[in-house]
């Protein structure tokens, strides 16, 4: 998973973005009056998220916020004015664009096509228009992260922006030779502190991303398994397969050391069963 920049411009932009549409409804000079608060908002919440505590942040403003008199404004301004019209529409693309290499950060697997609100838009009503509160993500993405925010440390989704997993090695694969597909499974850093394990034990079960990523091996197994059964072929050399593979497994690591092709790879060079000739049979 890699995570994408966070966006350059802020609430105030967003808000001027969206000028024509709140002009129409009469609201302009109601948000405007609103913005040294939102402004506010932007702050304390970049502030919380650069020092680990933006779900204690979110928690304290979620009573105030859901039934603020202006929530239906602000969450109708996201909806119809950034996301519809042409002005906000450019900023909402910024965002989306940011994906590296368009790919949803929170499961690297499909491509981005929508914005999620970390903190959701129906109980947080005045970050709706905070561009540190969108993500780029992709649908299921979006689906498995809920609209509901966490009330426990352990359960926090993670937020790209503010928080890097580091090169360490969490997610693993290996290859199941009675079923013959790969099998995915988080295995944190002893290093790591018992928080940040169940959090991201709790994020691959909430993004179904054993599943998802068992299913996308498939095709990553079919686009090679003819080149490595070659390989077998001519050299009679399981040693040989497995070095070939773990060519790749570097060039995937560089870039993604938890990217669910690594750790199929790095599954594919440590069976056996696959370099013995068992990539014929695998699941693709």
Same mark, same amino acid.
């Given at each position: 998973?890699?995570?994408?920049?966070?966006?350059?411009?802020?609430?105030?932009?967003?808000?001027?973005?969206?000028?024509?549409?709140?002009?129409?409804?009469? !609201? %302009?000079? #109601?948000?405007?009056?609103?913005?040294? &608060?939102?402004?506010?908002?932007?702050? $304390?919440? +970049?502030? *919380?998220?650069?020092?680990?505590?933006?779900?204690?942040?979110?928690?304290?403003?979620?009573?105030?916020?859901?039934?603020?008199?202006?929530?239906?404004?602000?969450?109708? !301004? %996201?909806? #119809?004015?950034?996301?519809?019209?042409? &002005?906000?529409?450019?900023?909402?693309? $910024?965002? +989306?664009? *940011?994906?590296?290499?368009?790919?949803?950060?929170?499961?690297?697997?499909?491509?981005?096509?929508?914005?999620?609100?970390?903190?959701?838009?129906?109980?947080?009503?005045?970050?709706?228009? #905070?561009?540190?509160?969108?993500?780029?993500?992709?649908?299921?993405?979006?689906?498995?992260?809920?609209?509901?925010?966490?009330?426990?440390?352990?359960?926090?989704?993670?937020?790209?922006?503010?928080?890097?997993?580091?090169?360490?090695?969490?997610?693993?694969?290996?290859?199941?030779?009675?079923?013959?597909?790969?099998?995915?499974?988080?295995?944190?850093?002893?290093?790591?502190?018992?928080?940040?394990?169940?959090?991201?034990?709790?994020?691959?079960?909430?993004?179904?991303?054993?599943?998802?990523?068992?299913?996308?091996?498939?095709?990553?197994?079919?686009?090679?398994?003819?080149?490595?059964?070659?390989?077998?072929?001519?050299?009679?050399?399981?040693?040989?397969?497995?070095?070939?593979?773990?060519?790749?497994?570097?060039?995937?690591?560089?870039?993604?050391?938890?990217?669910?092709?690594?750790?199929?790879?790095?599954?594919?060079?440590?069976?056996?069963?696959?370099?013995?000739?068992?990539?014929?049979?695998?699941?693709?």
């Amino acid at each position: 998973m890699l995570w994408p920049q966070a966006p350059q411009f802020d609430v105030e932009k967003v808000v001027e973005a969206c000028r024509a549409w709140l002009t129409s409804e009469e !609201a %302009y000079d #109601t948000v405007r009056k609103r913005l040294p &608060e939102l402004k506010a908002r932007e702050k $304390a919440y +970049r502030v *919380a998220g650069e020092n680990g505590k933006l779900l204690s942040l979110l928690l304290a403003y979620r009573p105030a916020q859901r039934f603020d008199r202006h929530a239906k404004l602000l969450k109708d !301004a %996201y909806t #119809t004015a950034f996301v519809q019209r042409a &002005e906000g529409r450019k900023l909402y693309d $910024a965002i +989306r664009a *940011a994906a590296v290499h368009g790919s949803c950060p929170l499961c690297g697997l499909q491509q981005v096509a929508q914005v999620d609100h970390h903190a959701p838009k129906a109980d947080f009503p005045l970050l709706a228009l #905070t561009p540190l509160n969108l993500v780029p993500v992709c649908g299921p993405c979006n689906q498995g992260k809920s609209s509901k925010l966490a009330t426990s440390v352990t359960e926090e989704a993670f937020h790209p922006y503010f928080e890097d997993l580091g090169p360490d090695r969490w997610l693993h694969a290996q290859i199941d030779t009675d079923e013959r597909v790969a099998v995915f499974e988080v295995r944190p850093p002893a290093e790591w502190d018992e928080v940040k394990k169940r959090r991201i034990g709790h994020h691959f079960e909430s993004h179904d991303l054993a599943c998802r990523y068992r299913e996308a091996a498939g095709s990553v197994v079919a686009k090679r398994r003819r080149r490595d059964a070659e390989l077998l072929e001519q050299t009679k050399s399981p040693a040989e397969v497995r070095a070939h593979i773990r060519g790749d497994v570097d060039s995937h690591a560089a870039h993604d050391p938890n990217g669910y092709e690594t750790a199929l790879l790095r599954a594919l060079a440590e069976s056996t069963w696959y370099l013995g000739g068992g990539m014929k049979f695998l699941y693709a």
